[in-house]
């Protein structure tokens, strides 16, 4: 009886984890984008690869996608994991 207890902590433990990384993650992905887009627009009217602060912005806003690419991918692997759990569970 200990033993599905502790499991069951530490199954809640490990989704509020998750989740709490999913926000941060989403959240910084949503910073990035602002950083980049503020950069970007007040330096457009020099509309080179030499102007740094515009590339760098650009860079910014490329980060963000793959910031919040890489928090969907963590999101759909942690329920698909916990769906199959679920699946077990039900089985035994």
Do not use: C, P
């Not at 919040?68 to 039900?90: P, W």
């Amino acid at each position: 009886m200990t033993t599905k207890t502790a499991a069951a902590n530490r199954n809640q433990r490990s989704e509020r984890d998750v989740n709490r990384l999913v926000r941060i993650m989403t959240g910084a992905a949503w910073i990035a984008l602002g950083f980049g887009l503020l950069l970007s627009l007040m330096n457009l009217h020099h509309f080179s690869d030499r102007n740094t602060s515009l590339m760098v912005g650009i860079g910014f806003m490329v980060g963000s996608v793959h910031i919040y690419v890489i928090r969907t991918a963590i999101d759909l692997v942690h329920r698909r994991e916990e769906k199959m759990e679920e699946a077990e569970g039900q089985l035994h």
